[in-house]
Every structure is written in structure tokens, then in C-alpha cells.
């Protein structure tokens, strides 16, 4: 007979779980995505102990609205040692949720991920796009890879030639809004650095 493991409900919430937009945060992983650090910002939004993240993988805290294709583009790129950008939804221990723009870049031994709160304009529309697709995931059953294809589509039907491009504006857009936010001089390259 196995052991019993008895696992925390796992509920969400319509509750945001708050941080400023002058609070970053980060999170190192090993190559599997196990937490091996990460600083107090990350720690008390997730709302978990220390000692229940760190070992832990970080889909510790994957929130269900997240369609599987952004991980699967996420893993992807990192695997092959490229940077990457994305929106990522996540959820709290308490089961709130925070949106946070994430890069995640291959570091030594693993990756780290650094992340801000988004507020631009593109973040609206991103939440509608990953809306579509969580549905469309769960309405034809498609596979991450396939899904993927089918986010690229839709970026690429937007006016984005490919993910690189998206992240890389997304990234700009969301620095430009946050200075604006926080009523800094602008520190970001303007919205047409990028071509
Ligand atoms: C450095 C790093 C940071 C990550 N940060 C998050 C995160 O904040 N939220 C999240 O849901 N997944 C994050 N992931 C991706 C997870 O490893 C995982 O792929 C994702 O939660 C999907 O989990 P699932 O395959 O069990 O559905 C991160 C991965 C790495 C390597």
C-alpha cells in the first residue's frame, strides 16, 4: 500500500496578490526548474515559507489561466540557451493571483528569472490572447507544441514577425510604462528601437 500525501486544495482566487512597480523580483532555478534562490520580493508575494520553495519546481506556483503553449515556448528557448520574455499569471499560496512580466535567461548551472509588474497597453491584449488560447486548449485538446504554433500564428497575424520580436517590444513596452508609473525619467529606449 502507498503512502497517503496530502496536497494543499489547490483554489484560485479573484484576489491579486500586491506588489509595487518599483519592486522587482527574481527566482535562480537549476536546469530542471527546481528553486535554488531567489530574493524577499518573490518569497512574500508567492506567500509560501522559504522552505517550501526552495527544491521545489517552480510550477509551484502555475497559476491554471496560464495556456501550457508560453511554457513550452519558455522551455524551448532557455533550453537552447536563448533569453526569453513572457507574461506569466501565477498564483499565491493562498490561491491569489499576480501578473508579472518574467525574463528568464540561462545562467550557470541553471536560469534565472527576473521579473516586473506589466501595465502597458500590450498587457491588456495579451490577457485576451492567452484567454483564446487557454479555451482553445482545452476545446480541441492541443498539444503544448501545437498550441505553440498557434500563439506564434496569432503574434506573427498581430504584426509580430516571431516571438523574438514580441518579447523584445513587450520587454521595452513594459519599461516604458513602468517609468511612466512611477513618474521616472524615461530610462527605456524609445518604442521604435525596435523596427
Ligand atoms: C527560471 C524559471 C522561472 C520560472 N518561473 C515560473 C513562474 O513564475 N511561474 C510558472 O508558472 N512557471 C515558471 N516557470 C516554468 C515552470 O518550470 C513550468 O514549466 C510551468 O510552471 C508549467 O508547469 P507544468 O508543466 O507543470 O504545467 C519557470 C521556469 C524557470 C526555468
Known amino acids: 500500500m502507498g503512502t497517503k500525501i496530502s496536497k494543499a ?3 484560485s482566487t479573484e484576489h491579486e496578490s500586491p506588489f509595487g512597480f518599483d519592486e522587482l523580483f527574481f527566482s535562480r532555478t537549476d536546469s530542471r526548474g527546481k528553486i535554488t534562490s531567489g530574493n524577499t520580493v518573490f518569497q512574500r508575494v508567492s506567500q509560501f ?3 517550501e520553495l526552495l527544491e521545489k519546481p517552480h510550477n509551484i506556483i502555475r497559476h491554471p489561466d496560464m495556456p501550457r503553449a508560453v511554457f513550452w515556448l519558455l522551455w524551448d528557448r532557455i533550453r537552447k540557451g536563448l533569453p526569453v520574455g513572457a507574461y506569466v499569471k501565477n498564483r499565491s499560496k493562498d490561491g491569489s493571483y499576480y501578473w ?3 525574463i528568464v535567461t540561462p545562467i550557470e548551472d541553471g536560469y534565472l528569472s527576473v521579473r516586473l509588474k506589466p501595465s502597458s497597453a500590450l498587457f491588456a491584449g495579451v490577457q485576451q490572447e492567452y484567454r483564446t ?6 476545446d480541441v485538446e492541443l498539444t503544448p507544441a501545437r498550441s505553440a504554433e498557434v500563439l506564434l500564428k496569432r503574434l506573427n497575424e498581430l504584426g509580430f514577425r516571431d516571438y523574438e520580436i514580441f518579447m523584445t517590444k513587450a520587454l521595452i513596452s513594459e519599461m516604458l510604462a513602468r517609468d511612466k508609473v512611477l513618474e521616472l525619467e524615461p530610462q527605456s529606449p524609445t518604442e521604435n528601437y525596435i523596427v
Open 49 to 51: 515559507e522559504w522552505d
Open 9 to 11: 486544495p489547490q483554489i
Open 133 to 138: 488560447l487557454l479555451q482553445a486548449e482545452k
Open 100 to 102: 508579472v512580466f518574467a
